[in-house]
């Protein structure tokens, strides 16, 4: 119930896909991080003015295949509160570690996370080699941001939840507690192999197979993932949301240009 409530929360989808998904196409992305100049243009908003494509009737055309690979967390780090971009040297530093680090688990295998939990893989899981079968983020290709947080602003956290919302899901897990294995509708929609987290919104990058394709017509916005190959359909042509009386998986999405 609560993942259905959530998800029925999206009306933003087509907007957030875009910010999101928009960081780099896969063909034109390098493994390095840009030049200076060119981070600077793709973050500040410096350099000459881009005009996008156009579709048939007139549409910004986003079709093709982009990723959205990237080491950018979804919310700021606590030691980066305030800090809303990256220096230069501070980027470089950051994809010379993730050279580093890919280098580590091609010779030794996926490193225990240390002491803060923030990186590397459970001790349990140390024996499996993500790399050995492409499985592991740094080898694809990343989209490099000088960003700290996918959340812009001051803050770059998700609000907290309000007092009501809080209170509902302190009952709904109180509820749940001790039936999690009574049945299948029990589990959660991922374990049942129904939903996955990263088809969104927001469309966040999975462990691999970070790789999304729009696809376009008259009135609708198609985004696939890679992972899963779930689509999400998204009507532009101004209708209203369905009835707030129907709950779906992946809520119902509704954008506009």
């Known amino acids: 119930m609560i993942r259905r409530s959530l998800a029925s929360t ?7 896909a875009v910010l999101l998904i928009a960081q780099a196409p896969v063909a034109a992305q390098a493994q390095s991080p840009p030049t200076k100049s060119a981070q600077a243009k793709a973050t500040t908003g410096g350099g ?10 007139g549409k ?5 295949v982009w990723t959205n690979n990237t080491v950018t967390p979804l919310e700021r780090p606590k030691e980066l509160a305030g800090k809303e971009f990256y220096t230069e040297a501070e980027l470089q530093g950051l994809a010379k570690h993730e050279r580093e680090r890919l280098g580590q ?9 240390n002491h803060s939990g923030v990186e590397g893989a459970p001790a349990d899981d140390v024996h499996y ?13 990343l989209a490099w941001n000088r960003r700290t947080s996918i959340i812009v602003g001051p803050q770059g956290t998700v609000p907290p939840l309000t007092p009501d919302a809080r209170k509902r899901l302190s009952e709904i897990r109180a509820k749940a507690k001790g039936h999690e294995f ?4 029990n589990l959660s929609l991922g374990a049942r192999c129904l939903a996955r987290p990263n088809v969104g919104p927001p469309l966040l990058p999975s462990a691999y ?4 394709q729009i696809v376009q017509g008259a009135g609708y916005v198609a985004i696939e993932t890679e992972m899963i190959h779930d689509v999400r359909i998204i009507p532009t042509d101004g209708r209203p949301h369905i009835p707030e009386s129907i709950h779906q998986w992946y809520g119902d999405s509704v954008g506009h240009w």
Do not use: Y
Request: net charge negative.
């Open 48 to 57: 000459k003015s881009w005009t996008p494509p156009r579709t048939p009737d």
């Open 209 to 212: 197979n970070s790789n999304l």
């Open 182 to 185: 009574d049945g299948p509708e």
């Open 60 to 64: 910004p055309d986003l079709q093709g």
């Open 10 to 16: 999206t009306t933003l989808a087509a907007m957030i």
């Open 129 to 141: 080699d993500f790399s050995q079968f492409g499985l592991d983020r740094a080898q694809a290709k």
């Open 105 to 113: 688990v091609e010779d030794e295998g996926q490193p225990p996370a």
